[in-house]
C-alpha cells in the first residue's frame, strides 16, 4: 500500500511522523508524497489554534469526497486533534477509518490493516489520560470500549530506524512527553497527558545509535524540555546533567534542545550551555506576554522581572546566546497597556526571533470556561501586525550586526526557493553567471550565461540563525564556514 502522511504542527509532530513513517515501511508499506496516487491518506494533527484544526478538517473533507465518489482509500487522524476530538471525528467525517491520539501511535500499522480488511472504524486514545479505545465491529452494529494500559510512544522511540530523520545529518529526540503547567489557554496537558520524563539510559543509547548512523547534530523535545527530571534509586537527573551526559557520545557535535518554560528554570542549564562545547547557544523560552496581569490570567508561573533576570543571567552566563521567543496577543482583557508591555519585552530581550500569534480559544481549557474572549478580532490582528512589527526591526539590527562575521553552518540543503525551482526542473536564476552577448553563424544573438556550479543552500548556526548561501548539494548534513554579506530580518546571507 501506498501512504501519504502529511504533519502539521510542533516538532514533536515532525518526529512522531518521521517514527510512524519508519513503522509502516517496516509492515511493508511504501511512502509516498503524492496525497492523490495514495491508498492510505494519514493527517498527523495539531490542536494549538482553532486555524490548525480547521486545516485538518478542510483535508478530511476531500478525503471523503473523494473517498465517496468511488476511490478506495483508508483515512486516519493521528495526534493531538484527534485525542481531542476522538469518535467525533468518526460522525463528523463519513469515511474517516483511523482516529489515534499521539500517545498510541506505535499502532498505527496495525490499524492501516485492521480498517484496510474491512473492520470498522479503528479508534485509540490515550489511556494515560484517562480516554479508552473503542472499536467497532466489521458489521457496524456493535461497539466495544477496552482501557489500554500500554503506552506505545516509548515503543516507537526505542525501534527508531536511526538511518532516517527529518534532515541530512540531524535527528529529533524525545526526552519527556506531556505537560502539568495548564496554562489556561493550553490544550497540550489535556491533549499529551501529564509531564513523563524517559531513563536517560534509554535516551544515551539513542542518541549514540543515531551518531553511529553519522547524525551529528540531535534536539532534545520535550513540551517543557528544561522541566526534563528522571529519579531513580534517590538519584535525580536534570536536564543539566543529561546534556552533560550526552557530551561524551562520539561523533556527535551539536546538541540543542526546546523548548523550554521560564518558570523554575535550572540556572545549571544555562551553565552547561556554556562549559559544554557540543551544547548549542540557543535557548526557545516563550514569554507569551509581557504584562504581569495577563500573565497570572494566563496562569503562567512568572512574573515579568522574573522572566527579565532569566533572560539577563542567560546573556550574562552565555555570552552570544541566541533567544527565541513566544507572545500571544488579544488574550482575553488584553489592554493597550498589556500589549505595550509585550512590545517593551521584545525591545527588551533581543530576541533573534518571536513566534507571534492571535489568541484562539480552545474548548475545555480554563480560559475557554472562564474568561471572555473579549478583544475584538480587528484588535487582534492589528497588535499581531504591531508586534511582528516590533519584532522584524530587533531582528533585522541583530542580523546586520553579525554582517562581516564568519560563521559555522549546519548545512540542512537546497534552500525553499532553489528547491522550488528545482521542481520545476530549472535554477536559481540570481546565481547565474552572465558573460555577455555573443552572435552565431548565422547572426543570432544570444546571451552568453553559464548555469551555476552552485545551488542556493540553507543551513543554521549553533545560535539557529536561517543562513542562505550557495554551494554544492554534496553538503548537506555537513558543516561550513561562512562570512556573512547581507542579512535580513529573518535570514542572513553568505558565501563560502
Known amino acids: 500500500m501506498k501512504v501519504y502522511l502529511e504533519t502539521m504542527g510542533c516538532q514533536m509532530n515532525v518526529l512522531d511522523s518521521e517514527l510512524v513513517r519508519s513503522l509502516l515501511r517496516e509492515s511493508g508499506m511504501e511512502m509516498t508524497d503524492d496525497a492523490r496516487s495514495a491508498e492510505v491518506l494519514l493527517y498527523n494533527t495539531c490542536s494549538v489554534r482553532d486555524h490548525a484544526e480547521n486545516k485538518v478538517h478542510s483535508r478530511l473533507g476531500w478525503a471523503c469526497q473523494r473517498k465517496a465518489g468511488g476511490k478506495r482509500l483508508v ?9 481531542r476530538l476522538g469518535i467525533e471525528l468518526v460522525r463528523r467525517h463519513v469515511g474517516v477509518d483511523i482516529v489515534c491520539g499521539p500517545g498510541q501511535l506505535g499502532r498505527v500499522a496495525e490499524m492501516v490493516l485492521e480498517a484496510t480488511a474491512g473492520h470498522g472504524p479503528q479508534i485509540a486514545l490515550d489511556s494515560s489520560t484517562a480516554l479508552r479505545v473503542a472499536m ?73 545509535r543515531l551518531a553511529g548512523a553519522g547524525v551529528t547534530q540531535v534536539t532534545l ?12 534509586d534517590g538519584q535525580t537527573v536534570g536536564l543539566a546533567d543529561l546534556l552533560e551526559l550526552l557530551e561524551s557520545v562520539s561523533g556527535l557535535k551539536r546538541i540543542r534542545f526546546i ?15 556554556c562549559d559544554l562545547p557540543k551544547v548549542c547557544k540557543y535557548l526557545h523560552i516563550p514569554a507569551q506576554s509581557g504584562s504581569d496581569r495577563v500573565l497570572r490570567a494566563m496562569g503562567r508561573r512568572y512574573s515579568r522581572g522574573e522572566y527579565d533576570d532569566l533572560i539577563d543571567a542567560a546573556r550574562q552566563t552565555v555570552p552570544g546566546i541566541g533567544i527565541a521567543g513566544d507572545f500571544i496577543v488579544g488574550f482575553p482583557s488584553e489592554t493597550e497597556e498589556d500589549f505595550a508591555a509585550s512590545a517593551d519585552l521584545i525591545r527588551r530581550s533581543r530576541y533573534k526571533n518571536s513566534y507571534i500569534f492571535k489568541y484562539s480559544s480552545r474548548p ?29 526591526a530587533v531582528s533585522l539590527a541583530g542580523n546586520r550586526e553579525m554582517t562581516g562575521q564568519t560563521v559555522e553552518v549546519l548545512v540542512e540543503g537546497l534552500s525553499p526557493r532553489a528547491e522550488k525551482q528545482s521542481r520545476k526542473g530549472g535554477t536559481v536564476k540570481p546565481n547565474a553567471v552572465r558573460l555577455g552577448r555573443g552572435s552565431s553563424e548565422h547572426g543570432q544573438v544570444f546571451d552568453l550565461t553559464v548555469p551555476p556550479p552552485h545551488k542556493q543552500l540553507v543551513g543554521r548556526t549553533r545560535t539557529d540563525h536561517i ?7 554534496n553538503l548537506a548534513g555537513q558543516y561550513a564556514n561562512v562570512k556573512i554579506i547581507d542579512a535580513t530580518a529573518l535570514t542572513l546571507f553568505g558565501k563560502l
Open 75 to 83: 483515512i486516519g487522524v493521528l495526534g493531538c486533534m484527534a485525542q
Open 364 to 392: 475545555g481549557t480554563t480560559a475557554a470556561k472562564r474568561l471572555t474572549d473579549d478583544v475584538p478580532n480587528q484588535v487582534k490582528r492589528y497588535r499581531n501586525r504591531e508586534l511582528l512589527a516590533e519584532q522584524e
Open 136 to 208: 467497532r465491529s466489521s458489521k457496524g452494529d456493535a461497539t466495544r470500549n477496552k482501557a489500554e494500559s500500554d503506552d506505545n510512544v516509548e515503543f516507537l522511540d526505542l525501534h527508531r530506524d536511526p538511518l532516517r530523520h527529518h534532515l541530512p545529518g540531524q535527528a529529533y529526540v524525545r526526552i519527556m512527553r506531556g505537560c502539568d503547567k495548564f496554562c489556561t489557554y493550553c490544550i497540550v496537558p489535556y491533549v499529551r497527558g501529564p509531564e513523563r520524563s524517559r531513563p536517560p539510559e534509554e535516551i544515551l543509547e539513542e542518541v549514540r
Open 467 to 473: 543562513v542562505v548561501f550557495d554551494g554544492s548539494e
Open 259 to 273: 523548548t523550554s518554560y521560564p518558570g523554575d528554570f535550572d540556572r545549571a542549564i544555562l551553565q552547561a550551555m
Open 221 to 232: 523535545l520535550g513540551q517543557t524540555v528544561n522541566s526534563y527530571r528522571f529519579a531513580d
